[in-house]
Nanobody
């Protein structure tokens, strides 16, 4: 059974930093894509950053230069380093990992609240 357990969320002042972690189990880590999504109040869920099996990363324009996605295959953990946080970054952040024979299944973490205040 695939499980994604998130940690590292919390509250921070604008300009500060947080690092989210997503510990994965129950699947072959790294064979499919992974990423972080977020959903702000009154907004739809949006892709923040993703990483493919070959290590290629993508970032939403709104977070480029501020957020960094990384993974540790040995620890089976996905990270999102968030720097220079803005109030607009306030959202529930979700870890996602693709699985299945064709990477057709999306598995989700429980969600982690990130609150940025002035």
């Amino acid at each position: 059974q695939v499980q994604l357990v998130e940690s590292g969320g919390g509250s921070v002042q604008a300009g500060g930093s947080l690092k989210l972690s997503c510990a994965a189990s129950g699947y072959i880590f790294g064979t499919c894509g992974m990423g972080w999504y977020r959903q702000a109040p009154g907004k739809g869920r949006e892709l923040v950053s993703s990483i493919s099996s070959d290590g290629t990363t993508t970032y939403a324009d709104s977070v480029k230069g501020r957020f960094t996605l990384s993974r540790d295959n040995a620890k089976r953990t996905l990270y999102l380093q968030m720097n220079s946080l803005k109030i607009e970054d306030t959202a529930v952040y979700y870890c996602m990992a693709e699985g299945g024979g064709w990477c057709q299944i999306q598995y989700w973490g429980q969600g982690s609240q990130v609150t940025v205040s002035s």
